[in-house]
């Protein structure tokens, strides 16, 4: 029975655009899925991120949504859906296109001035309950990983990349802190250090490679998202920038620490008690969207020293520990 009203079509979830908003949508995703049991599930959502709702529990429509010159998807889309006649439209992303579809509409509640954290905001589009922490649907997607993966004792997975220059720390940096946390002595000596991402951060890879044994160097980077979950599943601590992968870091369960500079950890910041944050210190954010003051060209996060993000990630192992 489907619930909230009727429709021949079941539930339309129309997700964001980006690996991280969409990731952190995911719990109220589920919340959605398990008050509708039965029904059909259509999922829009961009090509990059159609993988996650693969394995979701529930008769899923994928419909992965191909950006075009002057918004001409969101025409594509409500041709392909207008005839269509939905239980609920889920619409995270308060698009022109679920205006004007056919079924009761929902949003999540916009933080204005304020502010609040994306898991708050996005859990909001099911009205005033309790914050959803994100879910992934990994069905057996550790079968994807290098025996070199499954068989290490120790692993530190890195995200080096992100999405503007603004939000990068410096490389080199994340080649040195490798080094240091998995050399003797260090916070996780002995470690397989493996870099994520996509294809673009391979030079990054690269980099971080060059300061640690080959014997204890594994490039993911360009895996699917999957794939990359459950390898940081078994992570004993991830290390990133804000950026989809962080985000995917901490819905995987990993020990999360998210480098943060000119974007707002508040509203961004890695979500779960295994999760922290630490800043770049001097540089200063006013509450809410960053994006704009997000350098295009050159990193804003050189204040971060190797030292600081050493001792948050000795803090954030201790605190996991006494969990």
Not at 214 to 234: H, S
């Amino acid at each position: 029975m489907v619930g909230d009203g009727a429709g021949d079509d079941g539930v339309l979830i129309i997700t964001g655009s980006m690996i991280g908003d969409v990731i952190l949508s995911t719990g109220a995703i589920a919340e959605i899925v398990r008050r509708h049991p039965g029904a059909k599930v259509t999922v829009v959502c961009s090509p990059g991120t159609a993988i996650l709702f693969r394995h979701m529990p529930a008769e899923t429509e994928i419909i992965p949504l191909v950006k075009q010159k002057r918004g001409g998807h969101w025409l594509a889309l409500w041709r392909t859906l207008r005839r269509r006649r939905w239980a609920r439209i889920h619409d995270f992303r308060d698009s022109v296109a679920g205006r004007f579809l056919n079924g009761p509409r929902v949003i999540p509640r916009r933080a204005g001035g304020g502010g609040v954290h994306k898991v708050v905001e996005a859990s909001s589009i099911l009205g005033d309950g309790p914050a959803l922490p994100p879910v992934l649907w990994l069905a057996n997607a550790a079968e994807g990983l290098p025996a070199s993966v499954t068989k290490a004792k120790r692993l530190l997975v890195l995200g080096p990349g992100a999405t503007r220059a603004g939000k990068a720390w410096p490389v080199e940096r994340f080649a040195e802190l490798a080094a240091r946390l998995t050399a003797k002595g260090g916070l996780l000596e002995g470690a397989v250090v493996v870099p994520t991402g996509g294809p673009m951060d391979r030079a990054a890879a690269d980099a971080i490679g060059a300061g640690v044994p080959a014997a204890r160097f594994i490039d993911l980077t360009g895996a699917d998202l999957l794939t990359t979950a459950a390898l940081m599943a078994r992570a004993d601590l991830f290390v990133g920038n804000d950026s989809g992968m962080m985000h995917l870091a901490a819905a995987s369960g990993a020990p999360t620490l998210g480098l943060f500079g000119p974007t707002d950890e508040r509203l961004y910041g890695p979500w779960g008690a295994r999760a922290a944050a630490v800043r770049a210190p001097g540089v200063s954010v006013v509450f809410g969207k960053t994006s704009k003051t997000v350098s295009r060209t050159e990193t804003q996060m050189g204040a971060l020293t190797v030292d600081e993000v050493v001792a948050a990630a000795g803090r954030l192992i201790g605190a996991v520990d006494e969990v």
